[in-house]
């Protein structure tokens, strides 16, 4: 094919706003053609050589691709520039200077095979000397470029095409140009690309052999498969209505979704929601995987949450989202903010796809599968069948530092469906518009061994409010965030005269220190906010039976409240109270996703 006709469709494509239209135009351009200019097409069209998940990047500076132009149109940098300016787009720029200049006759037209090898050749270019050999490139393309040309390639190269094809409207043409056009084959089409989310497999397929053909198409490791979403209900009851009376529910641990790839041999992969690799950024994952699964090659779901390395304990969300950053920081960070992966579904196991097998099934295999590790572990998951057993799962998930609870159907049909949202998983979260603005003044009840760097001393503190009523100090939470070193080495000296065998009689909460302190230290903490508990035991039955307040990402502000005895602390009806103004400003659910 011609790169001259492939743009005079993006021309086509871009001056359409509307979907049927732009459907047409597909249709009429992919028709004709056979991979592998198909696929090449099809890529190109989005703006990509490769799918998403092979997270190929041109890589093109945009000072690099002006070099490029002014040197394939003769031109000052700096008036390619100050061109530039005025246009708002080196595109548009470089289609008019290209049309200001006389081609040679003897140019070959650029054909797309040789247009997709050179920028494959840019995007492949690395290390010393390769921004030349992108410039280099990128200008010879440019020379035997027409001006319709040029302005595509440039905008290409600069990740700015504006042509606004997406996977869903390929998928829609190719069910017209190579199927029958009838929704079950757009159905099985995607059904296929949802699988192996690569559209020039499934495209190659369709060509050469019929929709039929697409059941070929299976996963693979090393190929992600598209997720599958969740629905929402309004509250625990219509969950459970909806799921006939009966579901598996699991905390819902608020993290990066990670799907995990692993090979017989060669190394781990891991990809985000949005398919793209992010191997890594978690090393750990990446080592410890291959460890903890019994039945290779295996491809695993699970969400991977930041775990506090002295308290075990889950941390908020944000602290995840650092990993994100430059490379030579990963180090640092990963020893600051270790991850666990919960693990919850399987794919593929012993390299059979398992994916299709109902819910139950694959829960079983995978907790067959998985010897947990610290840190990759199994979704905690409790099949609940009552309302209040749905609500205190709840509050405990809540409380462990999860954003709710995912509950999932167990019926015959529940085979994990690849990239649709449906109501065989629904989520049912709680969301505050704000923190807690207060801060408590806890007391010190317990101590907790600690791990990693505070081995062989105390980790974290068991906190309680004191109720006046009843007398008695009511647990609220496990803080072990917040201390610094030498503040924690002056724990043990602090609480050493209170320490006891037995718990205080006057102390109440559903945890097992490992030493009990009879209250007296007192410490100031912050949180995220207050929640319902089934193990600690502020305020239990106040707001409902059964549960008590908890304090969730706790955190020592540094202050020893050294001027208030225990008695004095923090008082059970004040925290009550601080509970009931959070929850007036809770907001509503956010709208459900576009996608
Ligand atoms: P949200 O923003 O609510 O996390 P989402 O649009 O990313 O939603 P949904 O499928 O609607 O995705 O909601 C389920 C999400 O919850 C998954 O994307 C997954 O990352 C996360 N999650 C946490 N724990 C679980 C679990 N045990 N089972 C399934 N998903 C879980």
Redesign the pocket.
């Known amino acids: 094919m011609r790169f001259a006709d492939l743009c005079e469709t993006f021309e086509r494509l871009e001056a359409t706003p509307k979907r049927l239209e732009m459907r047409s135009i597909l249709v009429d351009l992919i028709r004709p053609l056979r991979p592998p200019d198909l696929g090449r097409v099809l890529y190109l069209a989005q703006g990509l050589l490769r799918p998403e998940y092979e997270g190929v990047e041109l890589g093109m500076a945009d000072s690099l691709a002006r070099r490029a132009v002014a040197t394939a149109t003769h031109t000052d940098d700096s008036v390619v520039a100050k061109r530039t300016k005025e246009s708002g787009d080196l595109g548009t720029t470089t289609g008019e200077l290209l049309a200001g200049v006389r081609r040679l006759d003897e140019t070959t037209p650029l054909r797309v095979a040789e247009v997709y090898s050179e920028l494959s050749r840019i995007a492949e270019a690395k290390g010393t000397g390769s921004q030349e050999t992108k410039v280099q490139i990128l200008s010879e393309l440019l020379v035997r470029a027409s001006a319709l040309e040029g302005k595509f390639l440039v905008r290409f190269v600069l990740g700015t095409l504006r042509v606004g094809v997406r996977e869903m409207t390929i998928l829609d043409a190719l069910a017209e140009a190579f199927g029958d056009g009838t929704k079950e084959t757009r159905r099985q089409i995607e059904a296929a690309f949802n699988l192996c989310s690569d559209l020039e497999l499934v495209a190659g397929v369709l060509v050469e052999k019929g929709v039929e053909g697409l059941t070929s198409v299976s996963l693979e490791v090393g190929r992600p498969m598209r997720?599958?979403?969740?629905?929402r209900e309004k509250d625990l009851a219509a969950v459970l209505k909806r799921m006939d009376g009966r579901a598996a529910f699991?905390?819902?641990?608020?993290?990066?979704?990670v799907q995990a790839h692993i090979p017989k041999s060669g190394p781990v992969r891991l990809f985000s929601?949005r398919l793209e690799e992010i191997s890594a950024q978690f090393p750990e994952l990446v080592e410890e995987l291959p460890r903890t699964v019994r039945s290779v090659p295996a491809i695993l779901e699970g969400?991977c949450v930041p775990i506090d390395p002295d308290t075990d304990e889950i941390q908020p969300f944000q602290q995840v989202s650092r990993r994100r950053g430059r490379k030579h920081d990963l180090e640092r960070v990963r020893d600051e903010v270790p991850v666990c992966l919960?693990v919850?579904?399987v794919f593929l196991l012993g390299g059979a796809p398992v994916f299709g097998r109902p819910f139950p099934e694959r829960r079983a295999l995978l907790e067959k599968a998985l010897t947990p590790t610290e840190r990759v572990r199994l979704?905690v998951?409790r099949v609940v069948t009552k309302e209040e057993d749905a609500q205190s799962f709840f509050d405990e998930a809540i409380a462990a530092g999860?954003?709710g609870i995912?509950a999932?159907s167990l019926a015959e049909g529940s085979a994990y469906r690849a990239g649709a949202?449906g109501f065989w998983?629904i989520?049912y979260?709680r969301e505050y518009s704000a923190g807690l603005s207060d801060s408590i003044d806890g007391v010190v009840v317990g101590g907790f061994q600690g791990r990693g760097r505070r081995a062989g001393r105390f980790g974290a503190f068991l906190l309680a409010v004191y109720n006046p009523k009843l007398d008695r100090f009511e647990s609220f939470c496990k803080v072990g965030s917040g201390f610094d070193d030498a503040q924690l080495a002056e724990m043990p000296k602090r609480l050493h005269r209170y320490e006891v065998d037995e718990r205080p009689p006057e102390v109440v909460t559903g945890l097992t220190p490992d030493r009990w302190i009879r209250p007296a230290v007192v410490l100031e903490v912050r949180g995220a906010e207050l929640t319902l508990s089934p193990v600690h035991r502020a305020g239990l039955g106040a707001i409902r039976a059964g549960a008590g307040l908890a304090l969730r990402f706790p955190r020592f502000t540094g202050r020893f409240r050294d001027d208030r005895s225990a008695t004095e602390a923090t008082a059970t009806s004040e925290l009550l109270a601080m509970y009931r103004s959070q929850v007036r400003q809770e907001t509503p659910e956010p709208t459900p996703?576009a996608?």
């Open positions: 997720a599958m979403l969740a629905e699991e905390y819902k641990y608020d993290g990066l979704r929601r969400e919960f919850f579904d979704a998951q999860g954003e995912v999932k949202r998983w989520k979260k996703d996608d």
